[in-house]
DNA sequence: ACCAAAATAATAGCAATACTACCATTTGCA
DNA sequence: TGCAAATGGTAGTATTGCTATTATTTTGGT
């Protein structure tokens, strides 16, 4: 098999195959992941590990130990852990930006496009996701449990001067663009759909670990999307 | 001055002296920081250390220095850094649900008591908060930026099991009573409290560091308090 | 005021973490 | 074939997170 380079995939029951970019800021990174099988290497193992241990107890070391690389080759590609994850996050934001784009394609009503919305933020792997080395399901937990990690630093105003947070930021200007559309005088759109986002995560972890703190049941993250769209649909309407 | 042992104080213009316990849960800490001077200089003193590097660059070294004192001392304390913060966190909680308590005492219009709540999350500093030895705007920036991390990790499961989640539940539990009473058809209304308190610190750490993640502009708490109110309207009005 | 018990300080040490540096080997490709 | 880039292997350092031991101070009771 042929080293396909700087590429993600997408496979359909026809003979079809879509190849994406998913783009990562530049300086993220020293060397891109996707340009080696080492760096792909990185990237699997690092979310399966970071998955199963947790972010804070994932070493360098122990991914290098399960790739069967060294802490000095991983070093090449990422200047420490803490860019590791925003790597890992800014593509799942990049992923779900373009699950939006395809999935509320042609759609016509802007209610109808925010309901997908709302499904593509807190159920993403329910469309399309069988993508060649990055366990989606996998990356999803993480982000539910530790993406705050990514911005809650003191770095974060550096972070975010070298543009680290754009994905996550252009996913939620797409979002907040549809609330326009259906009420153009509502005053906080971006705040909603911000909100909504990290909502759409704490109440799944909530539900998993913290159950007293919502009605939404582990597991059931219908649930999840029905909460996040009542009230969004609610705020927006007049 | 003799020492009043494990009380915080409120002060009033007339003379007189309020004394509330703030009782944190026994199991977070080795021994209680409230018994002795070390341990109130422990809590002063990493409040003003972790709002001024941020968690992960605080250790127990740094703060044994600040104290003028050492790491073990600090270790007879809290078990470890995890669970200063826990401590301190639920000592927020605690904080928030008195000042609810007091603040919403014989306000007989449901309405007008969830929205004191939603001030209240968002800017409890504007009630009563002139305490001994907690700076509680100091510990507010902290909850606001690092008080996620306490429930984000993998051990949340037995930290939960010991109860240490207790006082964001009860403060939770508080504010969807009044939610119920508004409106008891509706189905989250825990889940819509849990989601506005998270957004109330999301908000307030967007609009300083993130600002394009929402409107609401830095340091204009008002903002945060109004934009909170008139979405926990919307979703309880029928 | 004095003694015993408790609390704290001082010091040391250890294993793990978060890196950095250096050099040897392999691989890709011109 | 040969050179450069990528990777592997080894070592080493400073810091962190924590424990243990002992000395000193503080305290509360008689």
Redesign the interface.
């Known amino acids: 098999m042929s080293d396909v380079g700087e590429t993600c995939h997408f496979n359909y029951s026809i003979n079809l195959i879509i190849l994406i970019q998913i783009r990562i800021n530049e300086h993220v990174y020293l060397k891109d992941p996707e340009s080696s099988k080492l760096g792909r290497s990185i990237v699997t193992h690092s979310i399966a590990l970071i998955d199963e ?2 972010f ?2 994932a070493t360098f070391k122990k991914l290098a130990e399960g790739i069967g690389s060294t802490e000095a080759s991983i070093y090449r590609y990422f200047e420490n852990k803490h860019k590791l994850l925003i790597y890992l996050v800014s593509w799942y934001w990049n992923w779900l930006e373009y699950q939006l784009m395809f999935s509320t394609n042609n759609v016509p009503s802007a209610e109808d496009r925010l309901k997908i919305a709302m499904k593509v933020i807190s159920q993403p792997h329910t469309f399309q996701s069988d993508l060649l080395h990055i366990d989606a399901e996998a990356l999803h937990r993480i982000v539910v ?2 993406s ?2 990514a ?4 770095e ?2 550096g972070d ?1 001067k070298e543009g680290y ?1 754009m994905s ?2 252009r996913l ?2 797409c979002i907040a663009d549809i609330c326009r559309e259906i009420n153009p005088t509502y ?6 759909v ?2 909504m986002v ?2 759409a995560h ?2 799944s ?2 539900a998993q ?2 159950p ?5 049941k582990n597991g059931n993250e219908n649930e999840v999307t029905e ?1 996040l769209t ?2 969004v649909m ?2 927006l ?1 007049n």
């Open positions: 241990i947790g804070e107890q449990g530790e705050p990690k911005y809650l630093s003191k974060v105003d975010n947070f996550y930021k939620c200007a005053a906080y759109p971006t705040a909603l911000s909100t990290e909502s704490n109440q972890f909530f670990h913290l007293r703190l919502t009605e939404i909460f009542e009230v609610r705020v309407k």
